[in-house]
């Protein structure tokens, strides 16, 4: 296929979600210093929601405008990805909805143009051919430089590939959530030539080591609306998978989360695998994102036993919640 792909660059991304996206946003200057910071370690692609604000949904956006505008010579040196296409927080995949969204999306930003646009989630009601069509003609008009897709299965990917090259799909994939290893999305990716952005690649947080009960959640937590995460029978019986992988991380000398991501990259790549690009979030710390974003690397031998751990334990609870799950792996 003649037409270029967008391409995804580092091992690892920046999810910006978390700066937003909760009650308290996060101040835009401690935001700006660890986009900065991101930049200056090689973190440049970046991830955004036209609707990842509870205040002000379009606060995300007004972020990234605002980071422009201060520092416009960061603009070139960053990809990034911008979810929409919900209307009232409920996917449309309709032609209509899709251009009034990135059209919407494209005035926050230098130059009125995104790198990727990235449907947020499909509706179940528009053939992804036809959804894919209308993004075409959004590259042609030069309003998006490339497609990405997020919660789709790997015959929905198969599908648009043969519509238009898709650069990116988006979805889940941790150590506590493995679906695109079982269902057949790391394959058909790597078929079609498609980068495969790992979004909570931290399993929201869970593998970071941090959440040591319930109760260290807030209660307007997002996550109390997550199977994994409302109960405590659920919890506590993942805490002891954690437990089965401190002292892999120990050994190594480094932290659960480094271990964590360093899993995911792990198949970035191999044989039979396409690029695989984490985008682990952070709110408030320069040195969680350093953290995150130093690629330690798995040997072979440590990534066997980290994966002895991995098959060996079942993981209760679903990764968000029945209503939520309607619209993935579509």
């Known amino acids: 296929m003649s037409v270029p792909i967008v391409k995804v660059p580092g091992t690892t991304g920046l999810g910006l979600m978390n700066f937003t996206w909760k009650p308290t946003p996060t101040k835009f200057e401690d935001a700006f210093k660890i986009m900065l910071q991101a930049i200056e370690q090689g973190a440049t692609f970046w991830n955004a929601g036209e609707f990842y604000g509870m205040n002000s949904s379009e606060l995300n956006l007004e972020l990234l405008q605002a980071f422009f505008a201060k520092y416009p010579e960061t603009r070139s040196k960053v990809v990034i990805s911008v979810k929409g296409g919900l209307k009232q927080m409920i996917p449309d995949s309709s032609r209509e909805n899709l251009i009034k969204s990135v059209d919407n999306i494209i005035r926050f930003f230098p130059g009125n143009y995104i790198d990727l646009f990235e449907p947020a989630r499909l509706d179940g009601k528009v053939p992804i051919e036809e959804v894919v069509s209308t993004l075409a003609e959004l590259v042609k008009a030069g309003k998006i430089r490339g497609i990405s897709l997020s919660e789709v299965n790997a015959e929905t990917l198969r599908r648009a590939a043969k519509v238009h090259q898709i650069s990116a799909v988006e979805v889940e994939f941790s150590l506590v959530t493995r679906n695109p290893l079982e269902n057949g999305l790391l394959k058909t990716a790597f078929e ?109 031998a440590e990534f066997k036993e980290v994966q002895e751990v991995v098959d060996s334990f079942e993981i209760k609870g679903g990764r968000a919640n029945a209503m939520m799950e309607t619209f993935m792996d579509m």
């Open 192 to 300: 079609n030539n498609v980068t495969v952005v790992a979004y909570s690649p931290l399993g929201r947080g869970f593998l970071s080591g941090h959440l040591k009960s319930l109760a260290d959640l807030p209660e307007n937590d997002i996550r109390r609306h997550m199977d994994r995460f409302n109960t405590e029978e659920y919890f506590n019986h993942n805490l002891k998978f954690l437990e089965r992988l401190e002292p892999i991380a120990a050994k190594k000398g480094i932290t659960l989360a480094q271990l964590a991501l360093a899993w995911v990259r792990y198949f970035s790549g191999k044989p039979g695998f396409p690029q695989v690009i984490p985008i682990p979030s952070v709110s408030t710390s320069v040195e969680r994102l350093i953290e995150n974003v130093t690629d330690v690397g798995l040997t072979e």
